[in-house]
């Protein structure tokens, strides 16, 4: 068990039947797992409910995956946020490594699906290459050496929140909290991780629409009038490299019914256990 209370939000838009594949794989002894529900009409709390007793349920009060997770940071109680997603995108073992990166130092521990060791199964080339053209655009105009941006497993000091000052309502909100990390100087690692296809159902990502919003919220953070505040190339960004959750050994499931083959396990692990890891030293990207 990690000596800081861990809590972690989920946001969830009709994602009923891949519960089943993230929740119980969430490590048992975290302090909270908050799912913000964002209307569903599949029975997204019910299932929620069902499958972790102890969650909690909070209602967003607007619309958006941004505001879904402000209400869900709001809420939190613990001395570490995590955020990961609810469509078995992101694999809840590998909580830990982004725990560890934030015990080790940094404030703000970022998913990276292209640092060694990271990847993705979900990404189609034209949503790769226009996170890559933002990736490039945030180092030129922030500084700092991120190589992901819009992803949506990050974990941080919950005392950083008010920091960030969060104000963005839809997928453009993994780009506002990793800008304003840099903007606030924050000390900031990357944490190599594994981006899976969503198990059922479709995405809600609008790919022209929603890069719109990326890309306006990058150019409004460094030169809307909130650039005042700008810290470009503040404290180093640290990377932290680790295996793909162990997926090289990893036994393959199945799952119950679905006949999807599903390489998770199919018991959670603890926080103190965590995903075997190479034996990679932290490595400096940046450096301020
Ligand atoms: N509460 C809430 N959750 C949302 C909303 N929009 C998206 N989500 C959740 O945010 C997570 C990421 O959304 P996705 O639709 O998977 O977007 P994506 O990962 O970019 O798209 P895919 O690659 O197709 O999975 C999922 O857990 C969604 O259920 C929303 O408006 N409200
Ligand atoms: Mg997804």
């Not at 594949?21 to 975290?30: K, N, R, T």
């Not at 946020?81 to 940094?106: Q, W, Y």
């Not at 996170?131 to 050496?145: H, W």
């Not at 960004?237 to 998770?264: C, K, L, N, Q, Y």
Request: hydrophobic share 45%.
């Amino acid at each position: 068990m990690s000596a800081a209370k861990v809590s972690v939000v989920v946001p969830a838009l009709n994602e009923a039947q891949n519960l089943r594949h993230v929740l119980p794989l969430i490590p048992s002894d975290v302090h909270e797992v908050i799912l913000v529900d964002g209307r569903s009409t599949d029975g997204t709390a019910e299932v929620a409910r069902s499958l972790l007793p102890h969650v909690r349920l909070v209602a967003q009060p607007g619309r958006g995956k941004g505001d879904a997770l402000r209400a869900g940071f709001a809420a939190a109680t613990g001395d570490i946020v995590v955020m990961l997603d609810a469509d078995g995108s992101t694999d809840p073992r590998e909580i830990p490594h982004f725990i560890e990166a934030l015990m080790n130092g940094a404030d703000f521990a970022k998913g990276s699906r292209f640092l060694r060791g990271g990847g993705t199964s979900d990404m189609q080339s034209y949503r790769r290459l226009g996170n890559a053209s933002f990736v490039i655009m945030v180092r030129l105009l922030f500084g700092g050496r991120y190589t992901d941006l819009c992803y949506g497993y990050n974990a941080f000091w919950r005392r950083v929140i008010p920091l960030l000052a969060l104000d963005g309502d839809g997928f453009e909100i993994e780009t506002m909290m990793n800008v304003r990390a840099l903007k606030a100087g924050l000390q900031v690692a990357e944490v190599a991780s594994f981006e899976h296809e969503r198990i059922h159902g479709t995405s809600n990502l609008r790919t022209i629409p929603d890069g719109m919003r990326v890309l306006r919220t990058i150019f409004r953070e460094r030169f809307g009038s909130a650039r005042s505040v700008a810290r470009p190339n503040g404290r180093p960004v640290v990377a932290v490299p680790v295996e793909s959750a162990g997926r090289a050994t990893a036994v393959p499931v199945m799952a119950p019914d679905d006949g999807i083959s599903w390489p998770f396990p199919a018991e959670p692990i603890s926080l103190a256990v965590g995903i075997p890891k190479a034996d990679a030293p932290q490595q400096v990207l940046a450096e301020p």
